[in-house]
């Protein structure tokens, strides 16, 4: 049914991997569909907690990068990058709306939008060989997948700014530091240390954990299913910018881009 994840089922557990170690595992949109499709089927099977995790050296390598140069060769980027971040977004909103807990096992790179889809897990765990980004600034985008609400609801302004301005990467001891990583495992124990934290979450009160997800949300300023919508729209905008043109190029010739600020 899957050619991007595969979804197993294990009592009332559920573990989703992201199958295309080759690429890195990118959030496409085969996967951002599947990924979509996948949730909904997770959601009403009698499931008390899941696992997300990637397969090789990435988590996620985040936004298909190739698929955005096409798009500008063609002259429709906005269009790409809308059509990329529909499925994208409902993701991030899923899991942080789903009734249970989410437990993200980082076994390598989860850059950009990879960053944020372990970000929008109720719980992180992390190879020590992990590695995170938000490479979006790289590209003349925004951080996108919820990243302008993940970051600055979690840090101070300046670190939001900071990670979010440079686009360097992070450790998965830096993240620990910031409080976005909760445990850090040495890489060929990490599915197995995830799949006993997911059991115990799915042992414990889930309705109880379901309600403090629920008013976890309310008590954020701004709703993140508004904060999402408005993050999209600005997304597409800078999808249609010299800059982010000049980004893509160069990413995807292993050069250093000549922004213009336009």
Known sequence: MYKCISVEYSGN??????????????????????????????????????LVTGTGRGFSAGGDIKGMLDSISKGEPEKF???????????GLKLRKLPFPVIAAVNGHA???????ALCCDYVIASEKAMFAQSFSRLA???????????????????????????????????KELGLVNKIVQDDILLKEALAITEKFANGPTLTFARTKELF?????????????????????????????????????????????R
């Open 13 to 50: 557990i559920a573990v989703l991997k992201m199958t295309r170690p080759e690429k890195l595992n990118p959030l496409d949109l085969d996967a951002g569909r599947e990924i979509n499709i996948a949730l909904d089927e997770i959601k009403s099977k009698k499931v008390r907690a899941l």
């Open 111 to 117: 850059v950009g939008a990879g960053m944020n889809l």
């Open 217 to 261: 949300l309310k008590g954020i300023g701004a709703s993140f299913e508004d904060h999402l919508d408005y993050e999209r729209g600005y997304q597409v905008k800078s999808a249609g910018t010299g800059d982010y043109a000049e980004g893509v190029r160069a990413m995807n010739k292993g050069e250093s881009p000549d922004f213009k600020g």
């Open 81 to 91: 990058m809308d059509d990329l971040t529909k499925d994208l977004y409902a993701i």
């Open 141 to 175: 985008l925004i951080p996108g997948f919820g990243g302008t609400h993940l970051l600055v609801n979690q840090l101070t302004w300046q670190k939001a700014c900071e990670i979010a301005f440079t686009g360097d990467s992070l450790t998965a001891h830096e993240m």
